[in-house]
C-alpha cells in the first residue's frame, strides 16, 4: 500500500478499503522504522495527523471527498503550518510554532488532506545537500552515504523510502529537482507566480516556488491540482483560471519537440547521467517525438547571477531574524547591537551566514550597479535565451545534476563546488520557468539519476504529460530503494 | 557677514487609510499596544505585503494638487537597517522611481506670495514605537504603527527663513486636509517634519553644509529648531569652524538641536526593489478618476472668494487657511447672503472665540446654522450689532439659537418710532441745560443723549432710527 500512487490511494479510500487514520498508521509507523536513520523529517506529531485523518474520514462518510482527501503528504519544514513547529532547518526558528497556515497548507487542510510531518531541508533552503540542516543531514534511502540533495532533500528522502505517499517542496535554484532526481523520485517546480508564496519562509523572493514531490507525473500532476491558484496575499501570485494538470496525462506525444541545449551536455557532467539522459531521449524517440539542437549560449553565467541575485534577496529577506519578536535570541548581552551579533552569530549556521554576507556586499554603495544590476541585466539575457528556444522546440531535456548524489561531506567545505551541482536547474530559477525532473536510471553506484524536463511559462499540463508517457513506457519511478 | 539661510523640508504625512499600507491591519490611533498588528506587521516568517490601493489613491490626488507628474510606473524598494521596531528588518519605501514627481506649493509670507518647489512625494510603511520607559532596563516595542502608510513630501532648498519654512508647513498640512488624504494630527504624528538648515554668505551661489533636523512634531518647534539651527551654524563659522554634515535632534525643552549622528556613521541602506512587490502601475484611467474627485483646492478657493465674494485677499487666505474654516464660512454664506458680514463674524468671533477656549473649529458650539441665523437678526433690524454680540456669547454658552435668547433676554431692538419718540420727548424734558447747549452749537453732545437714549432702552434702541428722531426733536 505504501508504494501506491495517489489515485490508488483515493480509490482505497473512497471504496472504505482502507480508512485515512489507517492509511496514516501506516505511514507514522514506516516514520517510526526509517525516520531515525534517514533523519528526513524534523517534526512528526502523530497526534495531530491522526486528528487530521479522522476529519477526513468524516469528511469520505459524508461524501465530501476530493482528490487529496484523506492522503497523507509530507510538508517540507518552510511552509508555515498552524501549531506545528515550522523551523526552517535552522537554529533560528527551532522553537518557532507558527501561529498561521501557508496559503498553501491552507489548501491540504481545506482538501482534508494529512499533514504527516514537516521534512527536512537546508537551513533557509540554503544548500544542495541538506548538510546545512540545524537538525543535521538526511541520508539517502538509496545509499546512506549519499546526500538525498537539496534543499527539499527531507521531502525527497521521505517520498523515496515511502515514507509518505507524497511532499511539498520549494525550489530556489533546483530544490526540488536536484534532491527528486538524487533520491529517484519525481518533482515540479511550477511557473513563477503559480503557487502562492503566502506563508512559505522567504529565501530569495523572486526565484522561490513551491511545488510537489512525488513517486510519479501522475501523482505531481494531482499534487499540483490542489497545489496551485492565485491567493491575493501574494502579490506576485498569478490571476489565472483554474487548470486540470491532469487533463493531458495521456495526449501522445508525437511530433513532439525535444529540445537539447548542447550546454547541458558539455564538460562537468558525469557520464554515467549522460547515458542515462542519452537513453531516455531514445525512448521519447520512439514515442514519436522529434530531437532539435538548441542553443542556450547565457547558461554559463547562470551560477554567477544567481549568486549576485538570491544572497541580495536572502540578506534582506533574512533581516526579520533578529531575535526581538520571536526565534532564538542570543543569552547574556550588554546593549541591542550585541543582542543582534550573538543571536545571529549563535542562531545561523555557516552557509546561511555566508550567502547573507555575500548579498550585504553587493547591495553596498558602490557595488550595487556592479553586482546586482549588472546581474538583473545578464537575469534577463538568460530568460531570452529561453525564449528564443522555444521557438524551436516545445520542451527542453537535459541532466537535472551533472552527477549522481555526491557522498555526505564530499562537497560541503567547498561551497563554490557544491553550488556548480545546480548548475542544470538554476537558470530556470532565473527565468521564471516551470521545471521538473523524473528518474531516467541509476549510476554506477547504484544511485538514482534525473532527467530534467523545462518548459515555456504556464506549459505544466504539457511537462506532466510528456513525464507520464515516458512513465508509461519505463519503470524507473517505480524502483525503490532496498528498505523495507 | 551677511548670511542667507537655506532651508528644504521633508514632511512625514500619515495617509488615512483604514488599514496599513501593506496589510489589513486597523490604522486607529490609541490601542492597546501591539493590539493592531498582525502577522505581516510583526513580520512572522513567511508572510507577504500587499499595496493598499487606498494609499496609492491618495498619493495620486497630492500629486495632481501640486501639479506634479504622476509617474505611470513606480517602484517600491527595501530600505535595510536594524531597529527593534522595524519588524521586517527593513522598511518598503520609494527610492529611485517615486510615484510623485515635482510640483510646487505657493506660500504667503507678510502677504507676499513665494513658490516652493516639490522634489518628489513617495509612498513608505511607518516603523513601529520604542517604548524606554516603564520596562525597568529593558524596551518596549509596539507594533501599532509598523506599517501605517506614510506619504514623504520633499520640497528644494527653497525656503530662506525659519518664517517660510512654517509657512510651507502649514500650507501643506491645509492642503493634505483639503484633499482629505491625511488627519493633520499633529501631536499623534499624523504630520512629521524633519528640516535640512545651511547658511550661506549671500550672493554665495554654493550651498553651505547641511544638517538635517529630525522629528519636528509643531509649527512651533519647527520654527524655533531652524532658528537655534541657524544661529549655531553661524556662530561655528563665525569663529573659524566647519559645519559637518550630520542628522540632529531639536530637544524642545533645551530649546536646542544636538548631534544625533554624522554623515560617518550614517547607514548604507543597501536600497534594492522589493521583489515581493510587482512595480506599481497607475492607468491615465485612474488618475483621471482621481482628478474628477479632487475638491476645490485653497488656490481656487482663495480666488473665488475674492472674485466672487469680494473678500479681500487677506481675508480669503484667512478663510481658507483650513479645509474646515473654509466650509463653515461658505455654510453661512449660504444661509447669509452677506458674505463680507459673514467673512467678519467667522474671522473676529468664531476664530477669536475658539483661540480664547483653545479649540477647534470641528468643536465649535455654534454652529454655521446657528450663526447664519444670528446674522440674518441683524440684517433684518431685529437686533443690532452691538446686541448681537451680547446674543453670540450666550449662544457660545449653549443657551440656545439666536432667536430664543433675543426672545427670552428681551433684546429685541426697539424700532417702535412713537415709543422712541416718547423715550427721546423725556430724556430733552429732563435735560434741558444740554439741550440749550446743543441747539446753542455744542455738536458733541449728540452723543450725549444717544447715550441716555440707549442707557433707558437697555441697548435696544433702533441705533439708526433713534439718531434720526433724536436730530427732528433736538433742532425742532
Known amino acids: 500500500m505504501f508504494n501506491s500512487s495517489l489515485r490508488a490511494l483515493s480509490a482505497m479510500l473512497a471504496e472504505r478499503k482502507i480508512s485515512s487514520v489507517e492509511l496514516t498508521q501506516e505511514f507514522l509507523a514506516r516514520i517510526d522504522r526509517h525516520n531515525p536513520d534517514l533523519n528526513a523529517y524534523i517534526t512528526v506529531d502523530p497526534e495531530k495527523s491522526l486528528a487530521q485523518a479522522r476529519i477526513a474520514d468524516s469528511m469520505i462518510a459524508e461524501g465530501r471527498m476530493q482528490p487529496m482527501t484523506g492522503i497523507p503528504v509530507a510538508q517540507k519544514d518552510i511552509f508555515c503550518s498552524k501549531g506545528w513547529l515550522t523551523t526552517c532547518g535552522s537554529k533560528m526558528l527551532s522553537g518557532f510554532v507558527s501561529p498561521y497556515d501557508a496559503h498553501v497548507i491552507e489548501k491540504f487542510n481545506a482538501a482534508g488532506a494529512v499533514n504527516l510531518g514537516k521534512t527536512n531541508m537546508d537551513e533557509f533552503a540554503m544548500g544542495s545537500s541538506n548538510e546545512t540542516s540545524f537538525f543535521g543531514p538526511v541520508k539517502n534511502p538509496w545509499d546512506r552515504k549519499a546526500v538525498p540533495g537539496g534543499s527539499s532533500g527531507g521531502s525527497a528522502a521521505a517520498v523515496a523510502a515511502r515514507m509518505a505517499p507524497a511532499a511539498t517542496g520549494t525550489d530556489t535554484g533546483g530544490s526540488i529537482r536536484q534532491p527528486a532526481a538524487l533520491c529517484g523520485i519525481s518533482g515540479i517546480k511550477p511557473t513563477y507566480g503559480l503557487v502562492s508564496r503566502y506563508g512559505m519562509i522567504a529565501f530569495a523572493s523572486s526565484l522561490d516556488q513551491g511545488g510537489p514531490m512525488a513517486k510519479s507525473a501522475e501523482d505531481l500532476a494531482i499534487m499540483l491540482n490542489l497545489m496551485a491558484g492565485h491567493d491575493s496575499r501574494d502579490s506576485t501570485s498569478l490571476v489565472r483560471d483554474e487548470e486540470d494538470y491532469t487533463r493531458d496525462l495521456d495526449c501522445p506525444l508525437e511530433g513532439l519537440r525535444i529540445g537539447l541545449p548542447k550546454e547541458y551536455f558539455a564538460k562537468g557532467l558525469s557520464p554515467a547521467v549522460e547515458k542515462a539522459v542519452q537513453a531516455a531521449i531514445s525512448e521519447y524517440q520512439k514515442l514519436g517525438a522529434k530531437v532539435v539542437e538548441i542553443s542556450l549560449p547565457n547558461t554559463r553565467l547562470s551560477i554567477p547571477v544567481y549568486y549576485v541575485l538570491a544572497p541580495a534577496e536572502a540578506s534582506s529577506n533574512l533581516s526579520r531574524y533578529d531575535g526581538v519578536r520571536y526565534g532564538y535570541r542570543a543569552q547574556g548581552y550588554g546593549d541591542l547591537v550585541e543582542m543582534y551579533e550573538k543571536t545571529r552569530a549563535e542562531g545561523f549556521g555557516a552557509e546561511v551566514k555566508r550567502r547573507i554576507m555575500i548579498g550585504t556586499y553587493v547591495l553596498s554603495h558602490g557595488y550595487y550597479d556592479a553586482y546586482y544590476i549588472q546581474a538583473q541585466k545578464l537575469r534577463r539575457l538568460i530568460a531570452r535565451d529561453f525564449s528564443e528556444a522555444f521557438g524551436q522546440c516545445d520542451v527542453i531535456m537535459g541532466p537535472t545534476s551533472p552527477s549522481a548524489a555526491f557522498d555526505l561531506g564530499e562537497k560541503s567545505s567547498d561551497p563554490v563546488e557544491m553550488y556548480l551541482s545546480d548548475i542544470y536547474t538554476i537558470a530556470v530559477n532565473l527565468a521564471g520557468l516551470p521545471g521538473m525532473s523524473i528518474p531516467a536510471g541509476f549510476g554506477e553506484n547504484g544511485r538514482p539519476i534525473g532527467l530534467q524536463i523545462v518548459g515555456n511559462y504556464f506549459s505544466e499540463a504539457k511537462m506532466l504529460n510528456v513525464a507520464h508517457q515516458y512513465q508509461k513506457n519505463t519503470d524507473w519511478h517505480l524502483r525503490m530503494p532496498s528498505i523495507e | ?476
Open chain 2, 1 to 476: 557677514m551677511q548670511w542667507e539661510v537655506v532651508i528644504g523640508l521633508e514632511v512625514h504625512a500619515q495617509l488615512s487609510t483604514e488599514s496599513k499600507i501593506f496589510s489589513g491591519a486597523a490604522t486607529a490611533f490609541g490601542a492597546a499596544p501591539n493590539a493592531q498588528a498582525c502577522a505581516v506587521d510583526i513580520a512572522l516568517p513567511g508572510v507577504l505585503p500587499v499595496l493598499n490601493r487606498g494609499a496609492v489613491d491618495r498619493a495620486i490626488r497630492f500629486g495632481l494638487a501640486v501639479g506634479a507628474e504622476v509617474r505611470k510606473r513606480s517602484v517600491f524598494s527595501r530600505k535595510n537597517y536594524f531597529y527593534p521596531d522595524l519588524p521586517k528588518g527593513y522598511q518598503i519605501s520609494q527610492f529611485d522611481l517615486p510615484v510623485v514627481l515635482g510640483g510646487e506649493i505657493a506660500i504667503f509670507v507678510d502677504g507676499v506670495e513665494k513658490t516652493v518647489r516639490l522634489t518628489r512625494a513617495h509612498l513608505e510603511e511607518d516603523a513601529g514605537k520604542s517604548l524606554h520607559e516603564d520596562f525597568h532596563g529593558m524596551t518596549g516595542i509596539d507594533l501599532n504603527r509598523a506599517g501605517t502608510p506614510l506619504l514623504e513630501i520633499v520640497s528644494e532648498p527653497d525656503m530662506r527663513s525659519a518664517k517660510e519654512a512654517v509657512a510651507y508647513a502649514k500650507e501643506l498640512h491645509s492642503l493634505v486636509r483639503y484633499l482629505d488624504i491625511c488627519d493633520g494630527n499633529m501631536q499623534e504624528g499624523s504630520f512629521r517634519c524633519d528640516a535640512n538648515v545651511s547658511v550661506r554668505p549671500k550672493g554665495a551661489e554654493k550651498f553651505g553644509t547641511r544638517c538635517e533636523i529630525k522629528n519636528l512634531n509643531s509649527f512651533r518647534f519647527l520654527e524655533r529648531a531652524i532658528e537655534y539651527e541657524v544661529s549655531r551654524q553661524i556662530d561655528v563659522i563665525e569663529s573659524g569652524g566647519v559645519i559637518s554634515q550630520e542628522t540632529r535632534l531639536y530637544d524642545s525643552v533645551k530649546d536646542e538641536t544636538r548631534s544625533m549622528r554624522s554623515k560617518e556613521e550614517a547607514h548604507d541602506y543597501r536600497y534594492f526593489p522589493d521583489p515581493d512587490l510587482l512595480p506599481l502601475e497607475i492607468s491615465e484611467d485612474w488618475v483621471e478618476k482621481a482628478r474628477h474627485s479632487l475638491p476645490e483646492l485653497p488656490h481656487a478657493k482663495r480666488s473665488r472668494y475674492v472674485s466672487e465674494f469680494g473678500l479681500s485677499s487677506y481675508d480669503a487666505q484667512v478663510l481658507t487657511s483650513s479645509k474646515e474654516i473654509a466650509a463653515y464660512f461658505e455654510e453661512v454664506v449660504g444661509i447669509y447672503s452677506d458674505p463680507k458680514v459673514c467673512a467678519n463674524w467667522v474671522m473676529v468671533e468664531i476664530s477669536g472665540w475658539l483661540n480664547k477656549s483653545g479649540i477647534e473649529i470641528a468643536d465649535c458650539p455654534i454652529s454655521s446654522r446657528s450663526l447664519a441665523g444670528l446674522l440674518v437678526r441683524i440684517g433684518d433690524g431685529t437686533i443690532s450689532g452691538k446686541i448681537a454680540k451680547e446674543v453670540f456669547e450666550a449662544m457660545w454658552n449653549g443657551e440656545g439659537e439666536a432667536d430664543a435668547i433675543i426672545e427670552s433676554k428681551g433684546l429685541k431692538q426697539i424700532s417702535d418710532s412713537g415709543a422712541l419718540e416718547r423715550i427721546v420727548d423725556e430724556i430733552i424734558s429732563n435735560n434741558p441745560s444740554q439741550v440749550a447747549d446743543y441747539r446753542g452749537g455744542k455738536d458733541k453732545l449728540f452723543a450725549f443723549f444717544v447715550g441716555q437714549a440707549m442707557k433707558a432702552t437697555k441697548g435696544q434702541a433702533n441705533p439708526a432710527q433713534l439718531s434720526e428722531i433724536l436730530k427732528k426733536k433736538l433742532s425742532a
